[in-house]
């Protein structure tokens, strides 16, 4: 069993939230299962896709100057601060890991455009180099995905959790572009404290769990409904435990082995049901105050560890 170290009390989702661009235009370019291609294009020596290794030559060319390593961890790019070992060691352990057990789980295509992972060793470098390469200062201590400079920009330092939670992102942009801001964050989040369990990622409960179960008792946490229909909201309006009750959700889905048909079925009926509330209530309805109670009771009894 492989148990990834989670985020410190007090993380935010690093979703980079200056430069929103709309899912559909996130991934605008030809997605390579319909690439019109009569035969497949050579691979290069190392068995590479050929954008991804010319992509990486381009990295190469701008970062080996600066002493920094450049990675091919497919489907992403990983450039890192840290020594070789270093860079090679998060790629081959929790990217690579997070890719294999994310596609087995949920998403049959990689990102529809290749994304960087940039890995910086501490927060001093994080802040620095995020500033110098994208222009703007991080708005989180630990990471986030920027989906228009296509980079996943991490503070390594702080453990591999954030960098799971924004795996998961741009796998949902391409896999499941319509999918509503709280299924995004919740999928994200509950994945950011995760272990293998008999082949399958598993999260794990987290320190999002005391602020939520504060927050039930005092009866200030929304219902469903409102959390599934809230949209942008669901990150502008916060009440404060928008990501807590969206991956305690998900986390009791999988408890009781739902899971993983909720995505699929709230994917397939996307369209009839924006919000995936229709699609909750077909699963755990319909008395969907009786769910309510028994979703509280089962959250107020969890203990993290
Ligand atoms: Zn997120």
């Known amino acids: 069993m492989l148990v990834l170290v989670g985020l410190p009390v007090g993380a935010a989702c690093g979703r980079h939230q200056q430069t929103p661009a709309p899912a559909k235009e996130q991934h605008s370019s030809p997605k390579p299962s319909e690439a019109a291609s009569p035969s497949p294009p050579p691979k290069d020596p190392d068995g590479l896709d050929p954008a991804l290794a010319a992509h990486i030559e381009h990295l190469r060319a701008r970062f080996d100057p600066r002493g920094w390593t450049v990675v091919a961890e497919p489907p992403f790019a990983v450039v890192g601060d840290g020594t070789r070992l270093q860079v090679r060691g998060h790629a081959m352990t929790t990217i690579r890991w997070a890719v294999t057990q994310l596609q087995a789980a949920y998403f049959e295509r990689p990102p529809g455009e290749i994304i960087t992972i940039y890995l910086f060793e501490t927060g001093e470098s994080y802040d620095q180099h995020a500033r110098e390469l994208f222009g703007d200062p991080?708005?989180?201590?630990?990471?986030?995905?920027?989906?228009?400079?296509?980079?996943?920009?991490?503070?390594?330092?702080?453990?591999?959790?954030?960098?799971?939670?924004?795996?998961?992102?741009?796998?949902?942009?391409?896999?499941?572009?319509?999918?509503?801001?709280?299924?995004?964050?919740?999928?994200?989040?509950?994945?950011e404290q995760s272990a293998e369990i008999d082949g399958e990622i598993m999260g794990l409960t987290n320190w999002r769990l005391p602020g939520l179960q504060a927050a039930l008792r005092a009866k200030q946490v929304p219902s469903f409904q409102d959390m599934c229909e809230s949209g942008g909201g669901f990150y502008t309006a916060d009440p404060g435990s928008n990501y807590a009750q969206a991956r305690y959700l998900c986390y009791w889905l999988q408890e009781r082995g739902l899971l993983r048909r909720y995505y699929q079925e709230f994917r397939a009926g996307v369209q009839r049901d924006p919000h995936g509330y229709d699609t909750l209530v077909a699963m755990v309805g319909p008395d969907m105050s009786a769910f309510r109670s028994e979703w509280e009771q089962f959250v107020l009894a969890l203990r993290v560890g």
Not at 165 to 182: G, K, L, Q
């Open 138 to 191: 991080p708005d989180t201590p630990y990471g986030y995905y920027s989906p228009s400079d296509r980079a996943l920009v991490m503070n390594i330092g702080t453990g591999g959790g954030t960098l799971v939670h924004e795996i998961v992102h741009p796998y949902m942009a391409t896999n499941f572009p319509d999918c509503p801001s709280w299924f995004d964050e919740g999928l994200a989040s509950l994945y």
